[in-house]
């Protein structure tokens, strides 16, 4: 039988403190770089056919730039009510909350084609998501590693975030270009939204809020 999160730990001295470190944190740390790695997936899906998608879909730029820019706009409103919200349910079920929008906002997504204006609540709604999980990285160090390591897991976790805004945007230029149809657009939706979906399943599924044997 496999060792459980709680069984499989370790011992390791940070100075003068002794950490009971759980080696289910490379599980988690995984998971939650996977998470980080695809943050940024729909705010970049209109990136590299702008102008097409005004012209295919009936928008203005306008429009269509407010997908691009819902991060920014939403981050005055979400950022701290999702730190709120990490700190008093924990980390497990914030990031769960997280999960469940990424996953809502990217089926709602799928709709590009019969009605954009749900297309653009979906990015707004996964948006949420992703700064609930922009705003999880300090707990999630605190929660599993020493402090002799959580700088550098920290810089992992933050590199991540940063490659998912070049991660979405290569994906954007990879299935769509200026000469794109309607179905173009959508084969990139449903990409994105499939692997949005998976990843967050799993994130669902394993990721766990703390070692049974907390650093102390």
């Given at each position: 039988?496999?060792p459980?999160p709680?069984?499989?730990?370790?011992?390791?001295?940070?100075?003068?403190t002794?950490?009971?470190?759980?080696?289910?944190?490379?599980?988690?740390?995984?998971?939650?770089?996977?998470?980080?790695?695809i943050?940024?997936?729909?705010?970049n899906?209109?990136?590299?056919a702008?102008?097409t998608?005004?012209?295919?879909?009936?928008?203005?730029?306008?429009?269509?730039v407010?997908c691009?820019?819902?991060?920014n706009?939403?981050?005055?409103?979400?950022l701290?009510?999702?730190?709120?919200?990490?700190?008093?349910?924990g980390?497990?079920?914030?990031?769960?909350?997280?999960?469940?929008?990424?996953?809502?906002?990217s089926?709602?997504?799928?709709?590009?084609?019969?009605?954009?204006?749900?297309?653009?609540?979906?990015?707004?709604?996964?948006?949420?998501?992703?700064i609930?999980?922009?705003?999880?990285?300090?707990?999630?160090?605190?929660?599993?590693?020493?402090?002799r390591?959580?700088?550098?897991?920290?810089?992992?976790?933050?590199?991540a975030?940063?490659s998912?805004?070049?991660?979405?945007?290569?994906m954007?230029?990879?299935?769509?270009?200026?000469?794109?149809t309607h179905q173009?657009?959508?084969?990139?939706v449903?990409?994105?939204?499939?692997?949005?979906?998976l990843?967050h399943?799993?994130m669902?599924?394993f990721?766990?809020?703390?070692?049974?044997?907390?650093?102390?």
């Open positions: 039988m496999a459980s709680s069984q499989s730990s370790s011992s390791m001295t940070d100075g003068n002794n950490f009971q470190l759980s080696s289910y944190r490379y599980v988690c740390a995984l998971l939650f770089v996977l998470a980080a790695l943050n940024s997936f729909p705010t899906t209109l990136v590299a702008s102008a998608a005004e012209q295919l879909y009936n928008q203005t730029k306008p429009i269509i407010l691009s820019l819902s991060n706009l939403l981050i005055p409103f979400v701290f009510p999702a730190v709120y919200l990490l700190d008093h349910v980390l497990k079920t914030g990031l769960n909350v997280a999960c469940a929008a990424m996953c809502t906002g089926f709602l997504r799928l709709f590009i084609n019969p009605s954009f204006a749900i297309y653009v609540f979906g990015t707004f709604i996964t948006t949420i998501g992703s609930i999980v922009m705003s999880a990285p300090i707990k999630f160090v605190k929660n599993w590693f020493a402090a390591r959580a700088s550098l897991v920290s810089a992992i976790v933050v590199f975030l940063y998912s805004d070049a991660l979405g945007i290569f954007s230029a990879l299935f769509v270009a200026d000469d794109s173009q657009f959508l084969l990139l449903g990409v994105q939204a499939v692997i949005a979906i990843v399943l799993v669902l599924c990721f766990r809020e703390r070692p049974s044997k907390p650093p102390r």
